[in-house]
């Protein structure tokens, strides 16, 4: 019996130990924070696991989120839902039900998950998107492109080129009642690169007439040149997305090949011949003051071209957007930048604020000094904490009074 009982005590502080996770004060709901983010970091000590006997790829197993999250496509007395596909291509549409007198604005959405996870059919994507077409009364395309390790860079940004493409025809716009003037992108994360990278495209591709009003890009991760920024060195263990996860995304994203991870893990993947480009990302001269606090600003120095040679997506505009030169960025739509305090990605997205704002481009940009990434996605059972859904309701609010 007093065995039995210590078992438990003992079991218990285990559990605790492994959930308990230090916060920053201000991170609101602590311990659905922690319980998320024990979750997800467990099935990614099982993808690990997995990996490390040659059962399954460590995304195979973290995949099963994504699964166990996905939904079917269910309409509701305001929204039509549907999945369908556009130029080969898996989508999920939502229209809205109500019939219209004018034509209908339309957002294409782009779900995030490091270019190897995610669906637009997870629930709290769905969720979203059916509140999107509701409350903007607008047609929403989401898009389910490609996916890493099995598809590489450039194929979900092919794929998800192809889909706006094709979504930007008058016919295809006509067909949905879409009015050509008022049409945004808008991704999360990897997602949000996407995003960046399509808007980016589409100005200088002369077969498109229809141009975007808006693009937004929600904590977007926007290049792979430098993996150490502040935000890196500083958020490296937040929730839920740790530097370790995020690199292992962006070595995917270019290949399974495990000695790329290695070599971007400590930041020597880039050459010394290509230092001409880290200009683009100089975060001592992009970002404020109070972001650069002590940290030293340094170019890597490394010699070997190896990867580069291999893998020539490490330099390419279309996986890292903030390599554009500053003329290829003027012109670009309107921009909403959602960033946040305790992401590794915050430094990215405050770059790319900088840098447009030099090129002329109109930037809105939402700063919430209190989370992490991944918060819009806590907004369902059990998980659900009131700031995920406040900083959607301010997104959806500001996309209803600017789109
Ligand atoms: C980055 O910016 C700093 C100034 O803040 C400058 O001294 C340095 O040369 C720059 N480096 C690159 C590679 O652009």
Redesign the pocket.
Known sequence: MASKSLCFVLLSVLVAYYIYKPLPDNIEEKWKVMLMDATFRSLGHLSTLAEMFGMKHYMDVMMLLTFAEHTEPVSDDNVIVKDTSLINVPVRLYMPKGKSNTLRRAVIFIHGGGWCLGSAAMKPYDLQSKQAAHVLNAIIVSIDYRLAPKFHFPDQFNDVYDVVKFFLQEEVLKKYSVDRNRIAVSGDSAGGNLAAAVAQMLLHDPEVNVKLKIQVLIYPVLQSLDLNTPSYKENANMPLLSKTLMVRFWSEYYTTDRSLFEAMMSNKHIPSQD??L??YV????LLPENLKKNHV?T?PDNQNAFFVKKYPGLLDVRASPLLAEDEMLTGLPLTYVITCMYDVLRDDGIMYVSRLRKAGVHVVHEHYDNTFHGIILMNTWPFDISLSHRVVDNYLNWLDANL
């Open positions: 230092a001409h880290y200009k100089n975060w001592s001269t600003y170019v």
